[in-house]
């Protein structure tokens, strides 16, 4: 009996010499985690952040780096991802409104700075800026707007957004509460007030401390209007 | 486990418990069924959750409705809540090393009227919960969802108001769940299902 009947042989492919594996992996960029939100309102805008910095994995860098930041021409502006694009964005961002100013003799206005940091962002096309943004302001007429951006600079007005490591919990919290998204019997074109605002992304933070490992320690919030800016901070927990 | 799709969601309430999902089923960005039960009665007062892969949400169900069969026959009882959740977990466990691809939710009164919810992971794992339980794609969604709107000691109608926020505000940011959602709120006078109006997309 022929066994080659009953057994048949796999085809052997010819295999090539293995080449030598190299493992040097530099990897340009680190998750420093935490989380920002905007929320806009008729007269205001406000950005939020947590200031909790991680490693990418269990440890923490600091309990004290806010996410949050203020700009020369009365914008602010929140960002979370890679610390180090943060820096190295907000400060060419800011460079640009300086110079504005300077060329111009006025500061440039919300939805002047909105189109600056989009070309900021997609100048680094192939190179990204690894950051989620959002820049809050008042326009000229005292109206609140708020931007969101994605790390290439495709950006839309918005009137709630969050970003970072809790943003797929509060996004939906989000547009809840603020746009009152699944309502019925609400006024879905009323902006919330100042006080609501501040309440609701001070809840949003603990919630989202609650469940985030990498949200938390302190919350740090800047509510832009025609006056200038707020500074507010309240405690998270720690864990 | 991101294959078909799923949203699911239990919530304790005053002598209440709630328990929703969505109704989709797909295969990857394919929608195939908009009317896909991913929630199941065991007994009149415990219902079962399943997320995950459908094919095995659809054969645990029927796992389970024969080993609650045999259950019933044996103790000549109806079986409770927290006993239905440790026959779960045995079963996810038989299969430690090739796992069925499911999350189970579970969630009923017990012989007192107590509340009592779980939630397991797909080996088992036994999570019990005083406030809520979430699993499925739109798992952080809901996370988020839950942790801003639930608070304790909700009565059985604004429990359902608020499990429905929850449940259709996260589905609305998850692109594998949604196309519908039902309701199941599970009182001691009995069950009240509801189908929620939703975004279908």
């Known amino acids: 009996m022929e066994y080659g009947l009953m057994h048949q042989e796999p085809n052997q492919h010819p295999v090539a010499a293995p080449r030598e594996v190299h493992n040097h992996g530099f990897y340009p960029y680190v998750d420093n985690g935490g989380t920002v939100l905007g929320i806009c309102g008729k007269d205001f805008a406000l950005v939020a952040s947590d200031t909790r910095q991680s490693n990418g994995g269990y440890l923490i860098n600091s309990r004290d780096t806010p996410k949050t930041f203020k700009l020369s021409n009365g ?40 189109q600056t940091l989009s070309h900021l962002l997609y100048s680094k096309r192939f190179f990204p800026y690894m950051i989620n943004t959002v820049l809050a302001g008042v326009d000229a007429k005292g109206n609140g707007v708020l931007y969101s951006y994605d790390p290439v600079g495709s950006f839309g007005e918005v009137t709630q957004y969050s970003h970072g490591s809790a943003s797929a919990l509060l996004n939906p919290f989000l547009d809840n509460q603020i746009a009152r998204a699944h309502q019925t019997g609400v006024d879905h074109s009323a902006l919330p007030s100042r006080e609501q605002a501040i309440k609701l992304a001070i809840d949003a933070f603990t919630s989202a401390t609650e469940r985030d490992i990498y949200t938390g320690d302190w919350l740090e919030i800047l509510v832009v209007d025609s006056d200038g800016v707020q500074e507010i901070k309240r405690e998270l927990k720690h864990d | 486990m991101e294959y078909n799709g799923a949203a699911i969601v239990a ?21 195939v069924d908009t009317n896909f039960k991913k929630v199941f009665p065991i007994t009149e007062r415990t219902y079962i959750g399943l997320s995950g892969l459908a094919t095995d949400v659809k054969t645990l169900h029927d796992q389970f409705r024969m080993r609650v069969n045999l259950y019933k026959h044996r103790e000549e009882r109806v079986i409770e ?121």
């Open chain 2, 11 to 31: 919530m304790k309430g005053k002598n209440c418990i709630a328990i929703g999902a969505d109704k989709r089923l797909g295969q990857r960005q394919l929608t």
């Open chain 1, 75 to 114: 914008t602010v502006l929140g960002s979370a991802g890679f610390h180090a694009d943060t820096m190295q964005c907000l400060e060419t961002l800011e460079q640009r409104a300086q110079l504005y100013f300077h060329k111009h003799e006025r500061q440039m206005n919300a939805k002047a700075m909105a």
């Open chain 2, 81 to 201: 809540p927290k006993t239905f959740a440790n026959l779960v977990s045995h079963v996810l466990y038989e299969r430690r090393f090739g796992s069925y691809l499911v999350n189970p939710v579970v969630a009923g009164l017990d012989k007192n009227d107590i509340p009592f919810i779980c939630g397991m992971d797909s080996i088992g794992c036994i999570d019990l919960a005083d406030n809520f339980i979430v699993c499925g794609t739109a798992e952080e969604n809901l996370y988020g969802a839950c942790e801003g709107l639930w608070e304790p000691d909700l009565e059985p109608e604004e429990l359902f108001e608020t499990i429905s926020q929850a449940l259709l505000n996260s589905v609305d940011r998850d692109a594998m769940s949604g196309w519908g959602a039902v309701v199941h709120i599970i009182t001691p006078a009995g069950v009240i299902t509801r189908d929620l109006k939703s975004r279908m997309d």
